[in-house]
């Protein structure tokens, strides 16, 4: 079964202030691992994912298969980043493509 | 395209009531996600679809919920009879095909309230 984790509800840091968003997972297949990001008031979208291994709006995510985990960074965080975020896990290897989320971490950055 | 479309945004209704929740997929994309978001569990899957087929049903939490695809651009999610514990928020998505590439698009959901 999927499985992902994210052992922080809440999370509160100072802008400029460096912050990890949590994320483990349990998978006995092939995991693909993403981030997405619920602005206020606005629809869940995609932040990034672990197989374009790219940075947006400063944010980072490696994949440590050793310790399943797909931890969120950011070395400065802003104000606007101040949101929901849900780390997700699908399976690349298998015939059909199911979805699975966290239970989100709320993340607010102080001026 | 306008993205995923939800109806109605807001519904309010009493308990015992049936409520019907509507979804719209992107045009071309084959699957459908149903979700349901509240504080206490977060974003819960209750079911999907891949070319109108539901696939994964075991996230619906009673036989209260059903869920149909009868084509490709329309799916409805419906509560009968609703109760209050069912107040959440419905989030409709879509993707494409499998792949790690693959982004899944939501819709802006549905706030359910049962009273």
């Known amino acids: 079964a999927q499985r992902v984790t994210q052992p922080e509800k809440l999370l509160s840091v100072f802008k400029g202030a460096p912050v990890e968003l949590k994320c483990n997972y349990s998978y006995s297949g092939s995991p693909e691992l993403f981030w997405y990001v619920q602005y206020s008031r606005q629809r869940l979208q995609l932040l990034l994912r672990h197989i374009s291994r790219e940075s947006i709006k400063g944010f980072t995510a490696d994949l440590n298969k050793g310790e399943t985990s797909f931890h969120l960074k950011k070395p400065f965080a802003q104000e606007e980043d101040s949101a929901m975020y849900y780390c997700?896990?699908?399976?690349?290897?298998?015939?059909?493509?199911?979805?699975?989320f966290g239970k989100g971490t709320l993340l607010t950055v102080n001026p | 395209d306008a993205g995923v479309i939800q109806s109605p945004r807001h519904e309010v209704t009493e308990m015992g009531q049936e409520v019907t929740l509507r979804c719209k997929p992107i045009s071309g994309h084959d699957y459908l996600f149903w979700y349901r978001q509240t504080m206490m569990r977060g974003l819960e899957l209750l079911i999907y679809f891949n070319n109108n087929v539901p696939i994964d049903d075991s996230g619906m939490p009673e036989d209260r919920f059903s869920a149909k695809m009868p084509n490709a651009s329309f799916s409805t999610l419906k509560i009968q009879p609703s109760e209050p514990r069912d107040s959440a928020v419905y989030f409709c998505?879509?993707?494409?095909?499998?792949?790690?590439?693959?982004?899944?698009?939501f819709g802006q959901g549905t706030r359910l309230t049962v009273v």
């Open positions: 998505a879509s993707s494409l095909n499998p792949g790690g590439n693959t982004e899944a698009f």
């Open positions: 997700a896990l699908s399976d690349s290897g298998g015939s059909n493509y199911k979805l699975t």
